[in-house]
């Protein structure tokens, strides 16, 4: 697979080589997620059915990847994460399995060629299919070992049944007319909004600290104060500064390494005129800095080589907890003991790193030693000393933080029942006739923040205005003329929105907008009608052979 991006894709879509590179690794981290369908593949891994092919096989998920990949990519698929890209692998073969049921006839040559001419990988810049563009991708194929022509129509045919079952199954996705007006109107409607700002850092209720208040807020709350499980390490440290003398470097290395990092080097500041920029005379000005950085880097790799180098002669010599300081201290090496900790709470020893509490955490009694970690002063091994469950502290423990985080819940909460009481307040104002500035000024004294009021010119959710807080779509769904809507608040403030205006859209089924929403609306739930059953499948397979839990 890796070969055939490298030749292909590089050679013919350079563009699409970092997108493939990625789905590559995504896909081999969902192949070893022992969770999903496509668990853990060993090579003693019970089989595990799953229409006609063996998620418990390596080679069969091997292959079930490097398809699915393919198919991704060629259609351009925007797979936000892992879990996408096992559904969508798992749906394809379930319809593909579907199709040979209902022996649905396989795609003749015409389809094929209809249908590749819609893919977004052989789109030019025009959007257009581009025969030269398809035509280099498969002269790139036929020079390639690793993955045949018939490879990539097997994938683009098997695409194509995939898109006729799910086709078949979503029918029609009929759509009522309400449902297309309701569309119309959410997206149609002209709005012209006014809204009320409430001061949320400058509220301060007085509010009453208690033992027995903190105490129910503690025991209501436990879950978020639970201390993780921690892990007990001493470290065999490698310093990088112990390595800066060994560091040897020529003036062409040096130079090279300026060429390579440029931009990491500035120009010294001069309060004389700026002489001709060449890049001999930049590097001439940046020499000592650059020095310093490869020395530094320099002294980080061998600093990491040395910690590599010891973590092979502890495998190889079988070292023991009990035989590990004195095979250190023949190295005039030792170890030092760092407090238990976890991502949560990181050794500043070691610069604070989470990548050394992941590393951490996974040793333990059948893993003494950890890989050799970058530390920010060099690098590090880590030897297992003890693991300390997770376990749920005293209040007394945590009361700092408890009562930090009970105030801020007790201001939100009177916060909330503060704009209530203003909005009551707003409305019998505007009921009164009051402007909405007016009524904010006339009701400044019922809430202690300050009161401030935004406006936005009319506008439609289609195209809506850039300032507009996403917390204000939510507000105005249900919102009539004239009226105000509760309050919802952001980090800063609270916004109580006013709808001075509200023109809903004409509900003419006979228009061009009515039927291309309409259609819009249909395909989306027939889609989703399709995707649904294929899911439903899917699960229904998988429960099949899945793990029996105690």
Known sequence: ????????????????????????????????????????????????????????????????????????????????????????????????????????????????????????????????????????????LKTNPQIRESDVTRVIADDVTYQNVLKLLSGPGNVLPFEVQQQLNRVDTSWTLAAVTIDYPGFKPAIAVTDEALAKYFEFNAPRYEIGTKVGVSYIDFPAAVFASKVTFTEEGLRAYYDANSARFLKPLSDKPAAPSTPDADFAAARKQVEEAYRSDRAQALAVAAASDLAVALFDNKITAASLDAFLAARQLSRKTLAPFNADNLPAELGASRRVAAEALKTGPQRL?????????????????????????????????????????????????????????????????????????????????????????????????????????????????GALSPMVTTVEEGLIVYAADKKLPVADPASPKFAETRARLAAFTASRNGGDILAGLVDAELAKTAPATP
């Open 1 to 140: 697979m890796i070969s055939w991006i490298q030749r292909t894709f590089q050679q013919h879509f350079k563009w699409l080589f970092l997108i493939l590179l990625v789905l590559v690794i995504v896909s081999f981290v969902f192949i070893t997620n022992a969770s999903s369908g496509l668990g853990h593949v060993a090579k003693q891994a019970p089989a595990r059915p799953f229409f006609g092919i063996n998620l418990g096989s390596a080679e069969d998920t091997r292959e079930l990847v490097a398809d699915t990949t393919l198919s991704v990519q060629l259609h351009g698929q925007q797979l936000r994460n892992e879990a996408q890209f096992q559904q969508y692998a798992l749906q394809r073969v379930a319809a593909l399995h579907l199709a040979a049921e209902l022996r649905l006839p396989a795609p003749s040559k015409d389809q094929l060629a209809a249908y590749i001419q819609t893919l977004p990988v052989f789109a030019g810049p025009d959007g257009k299919f581009d025969a030269k563009r398809y035509a280099d991708f498969r002269d790139g």
């Open 369 to 481: 030693f950890s890989d050799p970690v970058e530390t920010d002063r060099g690098a590090a091994i880590l030897v297992w000393n003890e693991t300390v469950p997770a376990r749920q502290p005293a209040l007394a423990e945590v009361k700092e933080r408890v009562t930090a985080d009970f105030l801020e819940a007790e201001k939100r909460k009177r916060f909330s029942e503060a704009g209530a009481t203003l909005r009551t307040a707003l409305e019998a104002r505007l009921k009164a006739g009051d402007t909405l500035e007016k009524a904010v000024a006339a009701c400044a004294v019922v809430i202690p923040a300050k009161l401030g009021t935004k406006t936005w010119p009319a506008f439609t959710l289609a195209n809506p205005p850039m300032d507009l807080d996403y917390s204000v779509y939510g507000a105005i769904e249900t919102l009539d003329k």
